[in-house]
């Protein structure tokens, strides 16, 4: 697609009278500044992912409070954040959001599924913002049981999977 635009303006710059040549070197500039804040975008959520995996907090069951001993975990996740937060800046990026989305497994009632995950979110959210995230630049948001990771999630260690929150970000 972005090989097929700059096609489309280099064509431009080829036709007089379709546009002139500054038009189209705004195309491109657009086009290339596009592709870079996307390669940025692939390689923070890349990195997010798998800081996410890699830290990943337990709550007590059935409630969004946090098992003891993650700490560490959280600094770490806030340290990433922080760190995509300056190769968005530095790559342009105006306006982008972090997103923590809470999952769960399939058991139990769905509607409360997504609303547990949701509040679990939220309180990976608040830690991060307690460790210097930005509040205006990261949401929580609760998927319940709509993305997970194995399926079906029919043993202990498969359900244990897909009860996870990922780190994401969205431009």
Same mark, same amino acid.
């Given at each position: @697609?972005?090989? !097929? #635009? /700059?096609?489309?303006?280099?064509?431009?710059?080829?036709?007089?009278?379709?546009?002139?040549?500054? $038009? #189209?070197?705004?195309?491109?500039?657009?086009?290339? $500044? +596009?592709?870079?804040?996307?390669?940025?975008?692939?390689?923070?959520?890349?990195?997010? @992912?798998?800081e996410g995996r890699k830290n990943q907090c337990s709550f007590k069951t059935g409630t969004a409070e946090l098992d003891a001993?993650?700490?560490a975990k959280l600094k770490k996740l806030a340290s990433a954040l922080i760190d995509a937060k300056k190769q968005l800046d530095g790559?342009?990026?105006?306006?982008? !959001?972090? &997103?923590v989305s809470g999952h769960t497994d399939s058991s139990g009632d769905a509607a409360k599924n997504k609303k547990l995950s949701e509040q679990r979110a939220e309180t990976i959210v608040k830690e991060l913002v307690s460790? %210097?995230?930005?509040?205006?630049?990261?949401?929580?948001? %609760?998927? $319940?049981? &709509? !993305?997970? /990771?194995? !399926?079906? +999630? +029919?043993?202990?260690?498969?359900?244990?999977?897909?009860?996870?929150?990922? /780190?994401?970000?969205? /431009?």
């Open positions: @697609m972005k090989l !097929k #635009a /700059l096609c489309l303006a280099v064509s431009l710059l080829a036709l007089p009278g379709v546009a002139s040549a500054q $038009g #189209a070197l705004d195309v491109i500039k657009k086009t290339a $500044g +596009d592709a870079g804040k996307g390669a940025v975008e692939k390689r923070v959520n890349t990195k997010l @992912m798998d001993g993650c700490d790559a342009g990026a105006k306006s982008y !959001k972090f &997103e460790r %210097g995230v930005p509040r205006n630049e990261i949401v929580a948001v %609760g998927l $319940g049981s &709509e !993305k997970p /990771l194995v !399926k079906p +999630d +029919d043993t202990a260690a498969k359900k244990a999977k897909n009860r996870r929150y990922e /780190l994401q970000v969205r /431009l």
